[in-house]
């Protein structure tokens, strides 16, 4: 109880900090709401330092506050999946020199605790990694090394050795998922890194896995000290579900959702705010949510904001499995994932599906007469956000907006202060007249 009284009472000091008084359609509204969910307090809102479930309660709160009722006793669907979480300080140093993380290198999010000082570096190059007989008398040979310490494999100079990008990528995507040299970590040189996300994250490793920068390796390289953790553990998280009766079709359904979650942090030294991925989405779901409220809907209207989006579409895909409702009532699920900026307009995803097309064709024509953003731009159905599961039951779409102002993807730039919302109040209007329309 110690734990929930504590979370409860940080939510309520954020909404102090950040209040959320105003009308519907606000975009002063979504900013601050947005400023709460990327905020330090939350770590990214993945499973570091319990970020993702206070979010969940500050969701939670805004709903009921909202006047929309729970589809469950407490507001949330629960479930749980394998996942990882690197939670404290992480450092990485080359020859006594100490790196900057994320600028410098990037631990997987997969990646085994590790705590190792001055341990060897040895390297591999392409002929012996391609190489059945080579690589065996490598191993054989370096065997004490190897075991004690790590693997370097300089990602980018292969192509000098005629060896394709399609086998660098293959070779390494493998030793994601298994290191058969036995070594304690494996160090990837790479001229840019990765973009850090939780891809992998459900299966555990007995190695770390980290990529590095060649631009600071020097040609002696000897040893390497790598401090971090990073727990494999069952997460159990939960999906916020409420709704508001419609006054005409109750029993048919507009549904409005978002993806609550991010990526959490690469330990204590790299939070990824997550402002446009997906505060904005979330803070646009709860605005409808306030707008409805005070203007009650023809048709019962839905509000689902998902954890485990980032991890693979896991609360969504949880939900359509496990669902607190009739998808066969369902006119429509509306899915908005990062949605600040839209100085070019917004993306719709799946526009031309049977039970799509006509909202699509209202968005553009509403947008023809009103010019109220730059372009509605139609794309055919893909499984990249939230939307993909409805879509194999019932009418479902994918809103983003393009262009405009945001921070970095899956980057700790991705912050409240780097969000441009010149162009929500248009985006909001021009979907709720089509919701209207419905």
């Not at 359609?25 to 330092?49: C, M, T, Y």
């Not at 190792?116 to 370096?142: W, Y």
């Not at 040893?223 to 029993?251: A, L, M, R, W």
């Not at 064709?361 to 956000?385: C, F, G, M, Y």
């Amino acid at each position: 109880m110690g734990r929930i009284c504590h979370l409860i009472t940080l939510i309520i000091c954020l909404c102090a900090l950040f209040p959320t008084t105003g009308s519907a359609q606000d975009s002063n509204f979504v900013r601050k709401s947005i400023a709460i969910l990327s905020s330090p307090e939350l770590w990214g809102r993945g499973g570091p330092h319990g970020g993702e479930l206070k979010a969940a309660q500050y969701i939670r709160t805004q709903l009921t506050e909202a006047g929309a009722k729970p589809l469950t006793e407490d507001g949330f669907q629960h479930y749980e999946f394998a996942a990882h979480k690197m939670e404290g300080q992480v450092a990485c140093s080359l020859n006594g020199k100490l790196l900057s993380p994320f600028w410098d290198y990037r631990i997987a999010p997969y990646a085994h605790t590790t705590h190792i000082k001055d341990a060897p570096v040895v390297r591999v190059d392409a002929s012996t990694l391609l190489n059945a007989k080579k690589l065996l008398k490598f191993c054989d040979r370096n065997a004490p090394l190897i075991r004690n310490g790590f693997l370097y494999i300089d990602a980018v100079s292969w192509r000098n050795k005629k060896v394709t990008d399609k086998e660098v990528k293959e070779l390494i995507q493998g030793l994601m998922f298994n290191n058969p040299f036995q070594s304690k970590g494996i160090l990837i040189g790479v001229d840019e890194l990765p973009i850090w996300g939780l891809n992998y994250t459900d299966e555990e490793r007995n190695y770390a896995f980290i990529y590095v920068k060649r631009s600071i390796l020097t040609k002696d390289m000897q040893t390497i000290s790598v401090d971090f953790d990073n727990t494999f553990y069952t997460k159990k998280t939960q999906n916020v579900c409420f709704k508001i009766e419609g006054t005409q079709h109750p029993d048919s359904m507009i549904v409005l959702t978002a993806h609550y979650d991010h990526l959490g942090c690469m330990g204590d030294s790299v939070i990824f705010p997550g402002a446009h991925d997906n505060g904005s989405g979330t803070s646009a779901v709860i605005d409808f949510a306030r707008h409805f409220a005070k203007n009650p809907p023809a048709y019962t209207t839905v509000f689902l904001l998902f954890s485990g989006e980032e991890s693979g579409l896991r609360g969504s895909r949880y939900f359509v499995e496990n669902t607190l409702i009739d998808l066969n009532k369902v006119k429509l699920v509306i899915n908005l994932d990062m949605f600040c900026g839209g100085e070019e307009g917004f993306t719709v995803v799946n526009y031309n599906s049977e039970g799509t097309q006509s909202f699509y064709d209202n968005l553009v024509k509403i947008n023809e007469e009103q010019h109220l953003v730059a372009k509605v731009n139609p794309r055919v159905n893909t499984a990249n956000s939230d939307h993909y599961f409805f879509s194999q039951h019932c009418p479902a779409i994918f809103i983003y907006t393009m262009g405009g102002r945001y921070g970095g993807y899956h980057h700790f730039t991705d912050t409240c202060e780097n969000c441009g919302l010149e162009c929500y109040n248009n985006i909001f209007s021009l979907l709720l007249q089509a919701i209207r329309k419905l």
